[in-house]
């Protein structure tokens, strides 16, 4: 020991003649105290902090509680040697990131081996050079210090990102959008905290709806806000331009992203269909797109239809900035009890978990599935639920599917606008009792819609903050044994988790009476949403008996 110290006078060790310090708080394990004491000395020198233990117990002990910066180990100690303490510190949560050095005189590559398998990341043999030692601890120390910088970046860039994916999903809601002519379900998700894909469902004053999905290449945070931009620029040029078409407004559209983002990498597939509810029409334009699944009598239509014209990449950065033209858009009727789904390309592409085979045109039967089973309203929902039972694995990408059901008018058995006023109430739900009926509903099921839109209307009257001359939209729909029901005000905001509850205690009931909860138990199934200024129900009852 004293012709070590003679190397390194008084510990201390130069680089060019110029005193070196480490910053960190280091671990010293040994049975032997003189060893303890000089690696105390050594380091102290250096301005580490240090801790000594003696056994491997004493030194797992120190380690939970100090949680230092590097562990040096001596191999050979009685009761629990450094190859087991080396395994118990790995072995232990708290402890797993703790760098070790082993300081052994053991010089058998197996036991070098044994040190680097139980988890140490260097090692040095007795008797040590000083200079060496304090190379090797200033290394581990200064690696210890980056992993925890990165680490702490890493967290840092992870909650940022997290929080922008809660921002970015309540850009892009899923709440469903029901009109006079189709229902839209959606179903979002997303294969990280923020995602590439956009859609929308834009209301226009002349009683047309404009629908959109898109893509952005690429995965990642610069996708997720293209997808952002692209969500609010659509919204724009959707209004301005609704009157000339989706042409006009995917030309708009396509020059202001090229604009904005000066990079090749990255455009935009977009789907988008406009709804005229005057002549009954859908006019679409596809910007290189998937082909939408389009089912007629429960079938799907064969989807080259969709193909026609376009074909160009949102912001897309060759080529035309105005690249598509009404000879492009796609036109077909609204029958009525047709299906048409938007989808991204997360579904088609996504591999089963055994085969490996990727979803593909199987798209148009599963979807085919799901639309035919009118108790389950959310088909966007059951078709992605529907592709993971079947095996899909669809966390590769984003997924977004939008589902639009164009009603059939001969299952509405009631359309009407009812005044605020508790004996109109109860003449409609009259009528409605009588309409269900007629379409084959047993009288007690009837009886059953008869109630439930007595007393959604009665907590309309009641307690919804409509003015004397309001009014409420109602449409009563039958199909097969399944009675559907759509209610919309522009009261007061519901409180959605209250209303929500089936736990609704006597209190409550005895301040705003029994409707709630009368409500909830009639329907099978209940829906209540807040879309911009309107409150909207969609209620479910299933006729279980013969008719």
Same mark, same amino acid.
């Given at each position: 020991?004293?012709?070590?110290?003679?190397?390194?006078?008084?510990?201390?060790?130069?680089?060019?003649?110029v005193?070196?310090?480490?910053?960190?708080?280091?671990?010293?394990?040994?049975?032997?105290?003189?060893?303890?004491? *000089?690696? +105390? /000395?050594?380091?102290?020198? =250096? %301005?580490?902090?240090?801790?000594?233990?003696?056994?491997? @117990?004493?030194?797992?002990?120190?380690a939970?509680?100090?949680?230092?910066?590097?562990?040096?180990?001596d191999?050979?100690?009685?009761?629990?040697?450094?190859?087991?303490?080396?395994?118990?510190?790995?072995?232990?949560?708290r402890?797993?990131?703790?760098?070790?050095?082993?300081?052994?005189?053991?010089?058998?590559?197996?036991?070098?081996?044994?040190?680097?398998e139980?988890?140490?990341m260097? *090692?040095? +043999? /007795?008797?040590?050079?000083? =200079? %060496?030692?304090?190379?090797?601890?200033?290394?581990?120390? @200064?690696l210890?210090?980056?992993?925890?910088?990165?680490?702490?970046?890493n967290?840092?860039?992870?909650?940022?990102?997290?929080?922008?994916?809660?921002?970015?999903?309540?850009l892009?809601s899923?709440?469903?959008?029901?009109?006079?002519?189709?229902?839209?379900?959606?179903?979002y998700?997303?294969?990280?905290?923020?995602?590439?894909?956009?859609?929308?469902?834009?209301?226009?004053?002349?009683?047309?709806?404009?629908?959109?999905?898109?893509?952005?290449?690429?995965?990642?945070?610069?996708?997720?806000?293209?997808?952002?931009?692209?969500?609010?620029?659509?919204?724009?040029?959707?209004?301005?331009?609704?009157?000339?078409?989706?042409?006009?407004?995917?030309?708009?559209?396509?020059?202001?992203?090229?604009?904005?983002?000066?990079?090749?990498?990255?455009?935009?597939?977009?789907?988008?269909?406009?709804?005229?509810?005057?002549?009954?029409?859908?006019?679409?334009?596809?910007?290189?797109?998937p082909?939408?699944?389009?089912?007629?009598?429960?079938?799907?239509?064969?989807?080259?239809?969709?193909?026609?014209?376009?074909?160009?990449?949102?912001?897309?950065p060759?080529?035309?900035?105005?690249?598509?033209?009404?000879?492009?858009?796609?036109?077909?009727?609204d029958?009525?009890?047709?299906?048409?789904?938007?989808?991204?390309?997360?579904?088609?592409?996504?591999?089963?978990?055994?085969?490996g085979?990727?979803?593909?045109?199987?798209?148009?039967?599963?979807y085919?599935?799901?639309?035919?089973?009118?108790?389950?309203?959310?088909?966007?929902?059951?078709?992605?639920?529907?592709?993971?039972?079947?095996?899909?694995?669809?966390?590769?990408?984003?997924?977004?599917?939008?589902?639009?059901?164009?009603?059939?008018?001969?299952?509405?058995?009631?359309?009407?606008?009812?005044?605020?006023?508790?004996?109109?109430?109860?003449?409609?739900?009259k009528?409605?009792?009588?309409?269900v009926?007629a379409?084959?509903?047993?009288?007690?099921?009837?009886?059953?819609?008869?109630l439930?839109?007595?007393?959604?209307?009665?907590?309309?009257?009641?307690?919804?903050?409509?003015?004397?001359d309001?009014?409420?939209?109602?449409?009563?729909?039958?199909?097969?044994?399944v009675?559907?029901?759509?209610l919309?005000?522009?009261?007061?905001?519901?409180?959605?988790?209250?209303?929500?509850?089936?736990?609704?205690?006597?209190?409550?009931?005895?301040?705003?009476?029994?409707?709630?909860?009368?409500?909830?138990?009639?329907?099978?199934?209940?829906?209540?949403?807040?879309?911009?200024?309107?409150?909207?129900?969609?209620?479910?009852?299933?006729?279980?008996?013969?008719t």
């Amino acid at each position: 020991m004293p012709a070590i110290e003679q190397e390194l006078p008084e510990g201390k060790a130069t680089s060019g003649g110029v005193l070196q310090g480490l910053s960190g708080r280091v671990l010293v394990v040994d049975d032997e105290l003189p060893n303890r004491l *000089y690696l +105390r /000395k050594l380091l102290e020198a =250096r %301005e580490c902090e240090v801790f000594d233990a003696a056994t491997g @117990a004493a030194a797992l002990d120190i380690a939970l509680k100090k949680q230092p910066d590097l562990i040096l180990v001596d191999i050979i100690m009685p009761e629990m040697d450094g190859f087991e303490l080396c395994g118990r510190l790995r072995d232990e949560t708290r402890t797993s990131h703790i760098p070790i050095i082993m300081v052994t005189a053991k010089s058998k590559i197996e036991d070098i081996e044994t040190g680097f398998e139980r988890g140490a990341m260097d *090692y040095i +043999r /007795k008797p040590f050079n000083p =200079r %060496e030692l304090m190379l090797r601890v200033g290394n581990a120390l @200064a690696l210890k210090q980056s992993n925890d910088a990165l680490t702490l970046w890493n967290k840092r860039v992870a909650r940022d990102i997290e929080l922008a994916g809660s921002i970015q999903r309540s850009l892009f809601s899923d709440t469903p959008h029901f009109s006079r002519r189709f229902d839209v379900r959606i179903a979002y998700r997303t294969c990280m905290d923020v995602g590439g894909d956009a859609f929308d469902i834009i209301s226009l004053p002349d009683g047309k709806h404009c629908i959109y999905v898109a893509d952005v290449s690429g995965h990642g945070v610069a996708p997720a806000m293209i997808s952002s931009l692209l969500k609010a620029t659509a919204s724009e040029m959707i209004r301005r331009y609704a009157d000339q078409g989706p042409a006009a407004i995917c030309n708009a559209l396509n020059a202001i992203i090229r604009r904005r983002i000066d990079n090749p990498s990255y455009f935009a597939t977009l789907f988008m269909a406009v709804h005229d509810p005057e002549t009954l029409e859908w006019r679409c334009m596809n910007c290189g797109h998937p082909n939408p699944v389009y089912l007629r009598n429960g079938t799907a239509v064969d989807s080259a239809m969709f193909s026609r014209g376009g074909g160009t990449p949102i912001g897309f950065p060759f080529g035309d900035e105005n690249p598509f033209s009404e000879a492009d858009e796609i036109h077909f009727k609204d029958e009525g009890d047709t299906f048409l789904l938007l989808y991204t390309d997360g579904l088609t592409e996504s591999r089963h978990v055994y085969s490996g085979d990727e979803c593909g045109g199987q798209i148009d039967s599963f979807y085919e599935q799901v639309a035919q089973d009118p108790v389950m309203p959310d088909k966007a929902g059951a078709l992605l639920d529907r592709l993971e039972s079947e095996g899909y694995r669809l966390s590769g990408d984003d997924c977004t599917a939008i589902s639009i059901h164009m009603l059939d008018p001969l299952k509405i058995v009631i359309e009407q606008n009812v005044r605020r006023n508790i004996y109109l109430v109860s003449d409609i739900a009259k009528q409605c009792e009588a309409a269900v009926m007629a379409q084959g509903i047993t009288r007690d099921t009837a009886g059953l819609v008869r109630l439930l839109v007595m007393e959604l209307g009665a907590n309309l009257v009641e307690h919804g903050g409509l003015n004397e001359d309001d009014s409420f939209w109602l449409q009563v729909r039958v199909d097969g044994n399944v009675c559907q029901l759509v209610l919309m005000d522009e009261g007061e905001e519901w409180d959605l988790e209250e209303a929500l509850s089936y736990d609704l205690d006597e209190e409550y009931m005895g301040e705003r009476g029994r409707g709630l909860a009368i409500t909830n138990a009639i329907s099978d199934r209940i829906e209540r949403y807040r879309v911009e200024d309107e409150n909207m129900t969609y209620c479910t009852i299933i006729d279980q008996e013969e008719t």
